[in-house]
């Protein structure tokens, strides 16, 4: 039957009383409104009649339109104002009291300057009317104050109101809340900001070149890319930073783009940066005119960034098809011409093919597969045929069988054509969503209480639902109480655990004054298994009264545990950045350090073999001899703290190294100390770097040393084999499943506190007086032991002792690493073969040229590779050994000895550097083949290391 509706205002009243949905449903049709609210008795709802008197005869008196459209007044969520020609306020809307907490009684014959004035805003209130008086209309942005204070940016629109006559009579104005809005904007302006920042800091290097090729600007990243400052880079050509393979390739690109207008695109290079290392690049350059002098406009950038950002191109696709599995949405194409259909993976899974249908038909179907699973074809198919034929983008919801299990299931989709500037479109594009669920649950909300009820029963959340008075009305049954009917119309009081009451009285009463949801966390008793819930408390409304109150209670121990764990894990991620950044700065300082200390501790050994020295001046070189070795030793600290000491590894039983140092570890405690090896202790292999290893030990048991008071005390010493089942947390991280040869250093001593432990692998943190620690010593067994994939525990109690383990992964099967030696090493290190020294380091390069010459050696030096070539080409020279720097400006130490290689195929080569091992490894020094001595060396290390290469091949 066809429904005929009237309008509203047909109607003087109406009364309702409805049986079911359905009736309420085809009313609300009728009388055709869009905001409504009802109550539904959901203990005694009976059948009850409905009557509305028709007064289609009687038009509403003039007085019942004013209250009709007032009421329409109040539902605008604008602010509106009514005032005399005097700007007095006569009239407000509930929107005044929502959005600037203003009561209608504070307003009402007020002017309209109760509102407030700001100076930022040209308009006040008395120039708005006089202008509107004047205009008929006005609009514009005020500035308003609410109940509080707070500020708030309204777009108001003003007019005239005339009487029947056409004289003015009133002012109204609309007022709509555009703060939001404001702040908005300028959030959007500072993003501007911040993006122009950003495109004058480019990622790649831009740069200017005459016709020439001499490059006329480069940009800031240029210091990072080719290790050289913009203004430097400036009057030299643009193949000076390229390799020789690269130069002819480039020149011609660039020729040929000047001809054709072209430009370079995308081309790789093989590029040299300043130090004389090179890196692949990838060029673009087109010619540019500026104030009629031509060019090129050359733009570089490191192919290893665009790999790394196609990597995460890839990545981004991958989290994109997550993300569709995510939200369950699929996205498809259909090909007009072929009459095909492709779609994304996710979509064929939600119209419910199989992962084996989909690869088999690389996702695509042809149009009389995909039209057998709908069940109403015309209604699925004919707004794509309408899209096509109009270009009509369409919504729709369509039902099909799924082809699995034959269920009927509901979809969305949502589809539009290929935007093409001419021609005519040939794809369509859309998505798809399974709308099953939020079809259901549509058809849920027309059904029955019974139904209500039940989704409210099984809601995942507590739910309650309180009347004005606080009395349930309904709760699911998650809520522990004796039977769900025995607790309805009791209070809530009476069925909630005694800690919820007092919080939760507050709220309500609150809720119910205010009509604003709130919620709080609350800690429960120990004794439940939930110890933390959140308590959701919202207003229930009916029209705009507050008619109850709805309970939402939440367990949210998961999530306070899960927070715990952030702000736990953010505290380790600060130390690990605080212990990086002091590691970079232990590194940084190596390679100077060791130089300035070769020099000191050689000469000063050069001196001391001067027979003519007098005993007083010897007796003043041993203690700067024995200062040099101080600080050099303290070098091999802050390196082994940075984890960038040089390793020869070895395999290294724990029990050997305690027990050979034994002797030397009594000595340096003294007689009121015992320290004692365990009888208990087992050989236990692994691999490592001795000297590291002893430097632990001695580190530990001087450790120890210290917590013990000076009347003495004992350290125990013992190692094992141990072997770990489960993962297992240690101090400095996990010990993963497997065989570990461990260390044990134990004390009697004072403990340590936690607040101490904390703290204690820090470097430079000590609880010694000034002078008497460097607060290395910790820092420093942490540092080797992570270098050789160790790990470190502390156990200790205050006014018991301390015990420090060390772990490495245990080599007790495997096969021996040690070597035979077959090189011979003569007891005396003088020799007359020529050796060349190359050496950026003046004192370094000198004191080397002595200790070779006082050793009978001819010695040729050189300050850098090029000038060591330059040297050999312009000379006459045999030259046995060559002894190089392996870091040095335009050419390492490493590209220089193949250069000699090809003069002097014989040539022996030994390295040497300050630098830390992470900077050496990348020039390929650190090989096992590779002759390499350390900075600083002695006369003693210099002599037998060149004589050993003279004398083995």
């Known amino acids: 039957m066809t429904k005929k509706r009237r309008p509203l205002n047909y109607y003087k009243s109406v009364v309702i009383s409805v049986n079911s949905s359905d009736e309420f449903e085809a009313l609300t049709d009728l009388l055709e409104v869009n905001n409504f609210a009802y109550s539904i008795d959901d203990v005694k709802m009976k059948n009850q009649s409905s009557a509305a008197r028709d007064i289609t005869e009687n038009r509403l008196k003039e007085e019942e339109l004013i209250k009709l459209k007032s009421l329409v007044l109040e539902q605008i969520q604008d602010l509106v104002t009514i005032t005399d020609l005097k700007g007095t306020i006569t009239y407000v809307n509930n929107a005044q009291k929502l959005i600037l907490g203003r009561d209608i009684e504070e307003l009402i014959g007020k002017t309209t300057s109760i509102y407030g004035e700001n100076e930022d805003f040209g308009e006040t209130q008395e120039n708005i009317v006089k202008k509107t008086l004047k205009d008929g209309f006005w609009r514009g942005e005020v500035a308003n104050y609410d109940s509080a204070g707070n500020l708030h940016i309204m777009d108001c ?48 290097v831009i740069a200017l070149t005459d016709v020439n090729g001499i490059i006329t600007y480069a940009s800031k990243r240029t210091i990072e890319m080719f290790l050289i400052e913009p203004d430097k880079m400036t009057g030299r050509h643009f193949t000076d930073f390229l390799d020789n393979s690269s130069k002819k390739k480039a020149v011609e690109a660039f020729i040929s783009s000047f001809k054709t207008g072209t430009g370079v695109k995308n081309l790789e290079l093989l590029m ?112 794509l045929l309408e899209l096509i034929k109009y270009n009509h983008p369409f919504d729709i919801e369509f039902e099909i069988r799924s082809v699995v299990d034959g269920q009927r299931r509901f979809m969305s989709s949502r589809a539009q054509l290929e935007d093409v500037s001419d021609g005519k479109p040939k794809k369509v594009y859309g998505t798809i969503q399974d709308v099953t669920e939020k079809y259901l649950n549509n058809r849920a909300l027309i059904e029955n209480e019974h139904r209500l009820k039940s989704i409210f029963s099984y809601f995942p959340d507590k739910l309650i639902l309180l009347d004005s008075e ?156 024995k200062a040099s070795e101080r600080a050099t030793q303290l070098t091999k600290q802050l390196l082994a703290f940075s984890r960038k000491q040089i390793m020869d590894p070895g395999r290294i039983d724990f029990l050997a190294v305690v027990t050979q140092l034994k002797p030397m570890l009594e000595r340096l405690l003294g007689e009121n100390m015992v320290l004692k090896l365990s009888e208990k202790s087992t050989p236990s292999f692994f691999t490592g770097d001795q000297g590291q290893i002893e430097q632990i030990l001695v580190n530990l048991v001087v450790n120890a040393r210290d917590a013990l008071p000076e009347s003495g005390g004992v350290i125990s010493i013992y190692t094992e084999k141990f072997h770990c089942l489960n993962r297992t947390r240690v101090t400095s991280g996990f010990l993963e499943p497997g065989n570990y040869s461990v260390l044990s250093v134990l004390d009697n001593g004072t403990g340590i506190e936690s607040e101490i432990s904390e703290h204690i692998f820090e470097p430079f943190f000590t609880t010694k007086e000034v002078g008497k620690g460097s607060g290395l010593g910790l820092s420093t067994v942490l540092g ?90 312009n000379n006459n020279y045999e030259i046995q050994v060559l002894l190089t720097d392996v870091i040095m400006p335009h050419m390492n130490g490493r590209e220089l000895a193949e250069k000699i290689l090809e003069i002097f195929p014989e040539l022996r080569v030994l390295y040497t550097s300050g630098y830390t091992r992470d900077v050496i490894a990348k020039h390929g020094i650190l090989e096992s083949d590779i002759n390499f001595i350390s900075k600083p060396y002695s006369i003693r290390e210099l002599g037998e290391k060149i004589r050993s290469l003279l004398d083995n091949t």
């Open 157 to 204: 629109r003003c007019q005239v109101v005339n009487d029947n006559k056409g004289n003015p009579a009133v002012l109204s104005g609309i007022a709509t809340d555009i703060t939001k809005y404001k702040n908005f904007q300028n959030a959007i302006t500072a993003s501007e900001e911040k993006f122009r920042s950003i495109t004058e800091n480019s990622a790649d």
């Open 272 to 383: 040299k940066k300043n130090d004389g290392s090179t890196f692949y690049g990838e060029l673009s350059g087109t010619e540019f005119n500026t104030t009629g002098e031509k060019g090129s406009l050359v733009v570089i950038r490191d192919i290893n960034d665009r790999k790394e950002n196609e990597k995460a191109l890839q990545l981004s696709l991958n989290r994109w098809n997550e993300a569709q599995k995510a939200s369950a949405t699929g996205n498809w194409e259909y090909d007009i011409e072929s009459n095909q259909y492709w779609g994304s993976d996710e979509a064929f899974r939600i119209l419910g093919w199989d992962e084996q249908f989909i690869k088999g038909n690389n996702n695509t179907i042809p149009s009389s597969t995909y039209e057998k699973i709908l069940v109403d074809k015309e209604k699925a198919l004919r707004p």
């Open 470 to 625: 606080n009395r349930i009305v309904l709760l699911n049954h998650r809520i522990k109480v004796t039977t769900v009917e025995d607790s309805i119309g009791r209070p809530i009081l009476d069925v909630i655990p005694e800690e919820f009451i007092q919080p939760l009285s507050q709220t309500i009463s609150r809720v119910i004054k205010t009509g604003i949801s709130e919620s709080f966390d609350l800690e429960t008793s120990p004794d439940t298994n939930i110890r933390f819930v959140n308590i959701l408390i919202a207003p229930v409304k009916i029209m705009d009264d507050v008619s109850g109150t709805l309970l939402s209670i939440r367990d949210i121990s998961e999530q306070k545990q899960l927070q715990k764990s952030n702000e736990e894990l953010k505290i380790q991620y600060f130390q690990a950045q605080k212990m990086e950044a002091i590691g970079r700065l232990a590194g940084g300082i190596a390679h100077d350090f060791n130089n300035i200390m070769c020099a000191i501790s050689g000469n000063i050994s050069l001196i001391m073999g001067e027979s003519s020295l007098e005993n007083s001046c010897t007796e003043y070189l041993e203690e700067i001899s």
């Open 784 to 873: 080797i032991t992570e270098q050789n994939s160790g790990y470190i525990d502390l156990i200790s109690e205050v006014g018991k002792g301390s015990e420090f383990r060390i772990f490495f992964p245990s080599t007790e099967n495997a096969k021996s690493q040690q070597k035979l030696s077959t090189t011979t090493t003569r007891a005396d290190s003088s020799g007359t073969e020529t050796i060349l020294v190359v050496e950026d380091d003046p004192m370094v390069r000198k004191l080397s040229e002595k200790i070779l010459r006082k050793q009978g050696y001819n010695v040729i030096s050189a300050a850098s590779g090029i000038d060591a070539l330059d040297t050999i080409k």
